[in-house]
């Protein structure tokens, strides 16, 4: 197994005291998998991918009955200094918006240079020889032009690109992608999701990937997770999820997609929002906004149980 996450619980000290983010989630990622963490905003994905990376904000920690394994290695118990060793020459990450992750008085072609000497010993020609390779992979035409732009002078879909080449600059066995096609309009985020799935094979790395769009899903990822309040509620293939959901959670995303087939009737739309972190009750989160709750789904936190290859956190779930 390439990444582990067990039991992860991280937590904010806010001026309200102290807020969990990500509440025991668990799950695994195998080589050359793609893995999709779904959920609407605030549900802890974001959170969730920076715990891994070892990226959290001062006011921010993981709790200590917590693991990250990364090829068998506990992330949380290693130093600032290991950490940088893992990051970005063995996990990269994508970050959701491409503008103000690139330096914007520097051009692309320095900062991706800047990245492949930092983590390996080739030379500056071999260093640039492999910035005009990734560019060119990425898809990126006229390359040897193009690297003395400045992110302001590239379109959203093309600094993407450029985040991508950057991401793959060291060869990683992990990218994390958070919200990679947010932004863009559709035809781009098709073109942005066909070049993670080529990556994918061609360089046989393992993709987490973090959106909240279930067409984004469908497309690229062999397994979904979905996120609810800090917490996975389902996880299954993607087949399983989007053909047939079991949590009353994942049906109301399903449904909340619009359909070209469809248009007679007003769009699905989950009632109630996701309450704040620090406002989640003791027991199932989606209960207030539930068709199938019940007393009993107020009286505590349901399990999370597993049927077959799928995992649920449900007493009341969909038939099969």
Do not use: W
Request: net charge negative; hydrophobic share 40%.
């Amino acid at each position: 197994m390439l990444l582990e996450v067990d039991h992860l619980t991280t937590e904010f000290t806010t001026r309200r005291g102290v807020v969990q983010a990500v509440r025991d989630v668990s799950f695994e990622i195998e080589k050359g998998e793609i893995l999709a963490l779904v959920g609407e905003s605030g549900s802890g994905k974001s959170v969730t991918s920076l715990s891994i990376m070892g990226l959290l904000s001062s006011n921010g920690r993981i709790t200590e009955n917590s693991a990250i394994r990364f090829k068998g290695q506990d992330l949380t118990q290693m130093s600032e200094k290991e950490l940088r060793h893992i990051r970005g020459n063995h996990i990269s990450m994508i970050f959701q918006e491409p503008m103000t992750s690139l330096n914007p008085v520097f051009t692309v072609g320095d900062q991706i240079l800047e990245s492949i000497r930092l983590h390996t010993r080739l030379s500056k020609k071999e260093a640039y020889e492999k910035m005009l390779y990734l560019l060119d992979t990425v898809g990126i035409p006229n390359p040897q032009k193009r690297v003395k732009d400045y992110p302001h002078q590239m379109s959203g879909g093309m600094r993407q690109r450029i985040m991508i080449a950057i991401a793959m600059s060291c060869e990683p066995e992990l990218l994390i992608a958070d919200e990679p096609t947010t932004a863009l309009d559709v035809t781009i985020q098709a073109q942005i999701l066909d070049l993670i799935y080529r990556m994918r094979e061609q360089f046989n790395i393992s993709v987490l990937l973090i959106t909240h769009d279930l067409g984004v899903v469908a497309e690229a990822a062999d397994r979904v997770a979905v996120m609810y309040c800090g917490r996975i509620v389902e996880e299954g293939s993607t087949r399983e999820i989007l053909t047939a959901p079991r949590h009353p959670y994942t049906l109301g995303l399903l449904k909340s997609i619009p359909r070209l087939d469809d248009i007679a009737h007003r769009l699905y739309m989950i009632p109630g929002m996701v309450p704040p972190p620090e406002e989640i009750p003791p027991y199932c989160a989606f209960a207030d906004r539930c068709d199938r709750c019940t007393d009993e789904c107020r009286a505590d936190l349901p399990p999370l149980t597993v049927d077959g290859t799928r995992k649920i956190r449900c007493l009341h779930a969909c038939e099969k």
